[in-house]
């Protein structure tokens, strides 16, 4: 539960808000790159941390994200005309580069020095993993990009998908953070994902309540979940990670073959965009499983609609939920979709989830970490602390990984469990 002032701060994003200038101090992944892939690209639009934008691509290459309105008087300046060097405003004709600055003013006199005095909001942009991520904090506090695992393989190694989410940042991502909610709100869609799966979904089933051992880190939080098995000397651990501020890993199967995770890129208060990533640290994936993402008769995402960038599963439409198949099947929910699961249940919530009603339980435990560890840095950096994930980019190469483990042994002292944990960092 949080108060009513902490319940606003942690899921305000725009400029000015705490929480808005902690994001503001990360790297934050905005479009898929092929979007504005060609020199000269014409802009387009793009929302972000509650501020209005346009992207696009100079002549030389450069990436360039600036504010959606002309220094001037305002203009939009997505209908500007990319003219290689810079965009020109088609209200008077100033025209800007890539890094902001004014480099033509043709409705000034020749002689006047004025265009060296204005610039256009605009945002340090960097291409990683096929994904333009922008830095808009102050300049001098940079950091470095995050070493993230799936964005430092070959692309033949991952699977992108991305779409919109109809709620608040923070309530979407605690989903990934909530290990306990996998046996009930996926029961049955995990199963048929793949025969991997299907082994974690029976161990998830036979122990329904998780212990939790937690650790902040530099990077965020270690979550690590223990599991009770039909073997009474082995215990099933879930152990993944939540990187400051909106990275999240799922934990992956036994076998160690594949991870899976998401980046919340919070659009405004009211919207996230979610980028969901499968990956292979040591192959490349068949062709068979990234169609499994989006197809087959257990989609991971099954509603996708390409031209809208959403989910046609929607509230309105309640999630295409099957009454009979819940009352039929092991599919609980009755929607068929790993993720239009976690939708419906984020965005039911409302846009903003109130958190000065909840009741929350021990299996809650991580998701008060993370809010707590948000709240901490976000009050800290208005006394001036800087957080310290945002130190350098290194600290986040973590990966995810699930195991059985000798149920006699504490956690932290399991042999098996400090090999995995020093070979996944
Ligand atoms: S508003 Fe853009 S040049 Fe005047
Ligand atoms: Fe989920």
Not at 101 to 128: G, H, L, Q, T
Not at 183 to 205: I, P, V, Y
Not at 285 to 294: I, K
């Amino acid at each position: 539960m949080l108060s009513v002032e902490d319940n606003t701060l942690i899921g305000q994003v725009g400029p000015g808000s705490p929480m808005g200038e902690l994001i503001r101090r990360f790297w934050v992944p905005f479009i898929e790159a092929a979007r504005v892939e060609r020199l000269a690209s014409d802009p387009v639009e793009v929302e972000l941390l509650g501020e209005r934008l346009i992207a696009y691509r100079d002549g030389a290459g450069r990436y360039a994200l600036a504010e959606n309105a002309c220094p001037h008087r305002g203009a939009p300046l997505y209908y500007g005309r990319n003219e290689g060097d810079g965009l020109r405003c088609i209200y008077h004709g100033w025209k800007f580069a890539a890094d902001g600055r004014c480099i033509e003013m043709p409705s000034e006199p020749a002689n006047s020095a004025f265009k060296d005095k204005v610039r256009v909001r605009s945002y340090e942009v960097r291409e990683m993993a096929g994904i333009l991520w922008a830095y808009m904090g102050p300049p001098e506090s940079a950091p470095a990009l995050p070493h993230i695992e799936w964005a430092n393989i070959p692309a033949s190694q991952r699977n992108v998908v991305s779409y919109n989410q109809e709620c608040n940042w923070v309530q979407a991502m605690e989903g990934d953070i909530d290990s306990s909610h996998v046996g009930f709100l996926h029961r049955g869609a995990l199963a048929r994902e793949s025969a991997a799966s299907r082994q974690d979904n029976e161990m998830l089933l036979h122990d329904t309540s998780p212990r939790w051992v937690v650790e902040t880190t530099d990077y965020g939080m270690m979550l690590a979940a223990q599991r009770s098995t039909k073997d009474p000397a082995q215990d099933y651990w879930r152990v993944n990670q939540w990187l400051m501020p909106y990275v999240t890993m799922i934990p992956t199967d036994l076998q160690l073959r594949r991870a899976h995770g998401h980046v919340w890129t919070p659009l405004n208060d009211r919207q996230t965009r979610v980028w969901c990533v499968i990956w292979s640290p040591t192959e490349d994936l068949p062709q068979a499983e990234r169609d499994n993402v989006l197809h087959g008769p257990m989609p991971h995402i099954a509603t996708l609609d390409d031209s809208t960038g959403r989910l046609r599963a929607t509230k309105e439409n309640h999630f295409l939920q099957d009454r009979y198949r819940q009352r039929n099947t092991d599919l609980l929910s009755g929607i068929v979709g790993v993720r239009e699961q976690d939708t419906a249940i984020v965005e039911g919530m409302g846009a903003l989830a109130d958190r000065t009603r909840e009741h929350l339980g021990t299996s809650d435990i991580p998701i008060i970490t993370m809010r707590r560890r948000l709240l901490r840095d976000a009050k800290a950096l208005q006394l001036g602390v800087e957080p310290v994930a945002a130190s350098g980019g290194e600290h986040f190469g973590v990966r995810s990984w699930s195991a059985l483990l000798d149920s006699g042994t504490p956690f932290r002292e399991n042999p098996r469990a400090r090999e995995l944990m020093a070979a996944m960092a």
